[in-house]
């Protein structure tokens, strides 16, 4: 699928954004391989309203830098990018999606995976997914390995931030993209007011690999706190998103020199 990048794709501190805002426009793509034209308007008619994603994993293949070079020598009118979505796994209630990004010149962007579960109408339980219609668009591959990290130490640095309405999608819970944009700026928020850093970080180190995992809902107007801390183990910046009343998300953040796992 090809989209269209826009001036607000082409900063380096909003590539991991971008990233998860085109895949998430074509993931659906994967049904038009599909022959059945009524079953192609159910299935996408359920995913819209209420598949919701679990985990997704992100290998960024150009650094933050270079992702700006490429992206406004492209075009200042705009950059096509090449959204390539690959159905990899089949649950029970959940799917996996592999996608693969690049620019229509053929420099590639990133790889990402996503792990989607399909809800009921309420948003609340998982339901079976339509496994024998699915099949013929299966095509296994490796996993896509991103290191997931432990608990928020008590001295981590936490930041403060309340959920727009503009940060949310039609199912009415914060959109996947902005659970990034708000993890980056909480990283770089450590970085300018407490000096948070580890061996060979950088205020200006982008992300080359991350991994993010959605565990409730976050609305408008709630309340978030985000605690960012450097593990040294994995050398890797780790957050955790919560409001008063549970952990919304949790995520590692690999700068660019320290991903090469």
Not at 68 to 75: Q, R, T
């Amino acid at each position: 699928m090809e989209l269209v990048a826009n001036y607000v794709d082409y900063t380096a501190a909003n590539s991991l954004a971008a990233v998860l805002r085109w895949c998430d426009t074509a993931g659906l793509y994967i049904l038009q391989q599909l022959p059945d034209q009524i079953a192609k308007e159910k299935l996408q008619a359920m995913w819209m309203k209420s598949a919701v994603m679990r985990m997704i994993k992100v290998e960024m293949l150009i650094h933050g830098a270079a992702w700006e070079d490429a992206f406004v020598n492209g075009g200042c009118c705009g950059t096509a990018v090449l959204v390539k979505p690959v159905l990899t796994r089949l649950g029970n209630t959940s799917y996996t999606l592999q996608t693969e990004l690049s620019l229509a010149s053929g420099t590639p962007l990133a790889r990402v995976e996503t792990v989607m579960v399909q809800l009921d109408d309420d948003l609340e339980r998982p339901v079976p997914v339509p496994r024998e219609q699915l099949k013929p668009l299966l095509h296994p591959l490796p996993d896509l390995v991103v290191p997931s990290l432990g608990q928020p130490p008590a001295s981590c640095f936490t930041w403060t931030v309340q959920v727009r309405p503009s940060d949310c999608d039609l199912l009415g819970h914060m959109n996947n993209s902005s659970y990034a944009v708000l993890f980056e700026d909480a990283r770089h928020a450590s970085l300018r007011h407490t000096g948070l850093s580890g061996a060979g970080t950088t205020s200006d180190s982008h992300t080359s690999k991350a991994s993010i995992e959605y565990i409730a809902q976050a609305r408008a107007f709630d309340v978030l706190e985000i605690d960012v801390w450097w593990e040294a183990e994995h050398q890797a910046y780790g957050l955790c998103m919560r409001t008063a009343a549970s952990v919304v998300a949790r995520a590692a953040l690999f700068p660019f020199h320290a991903s090469r796992l």
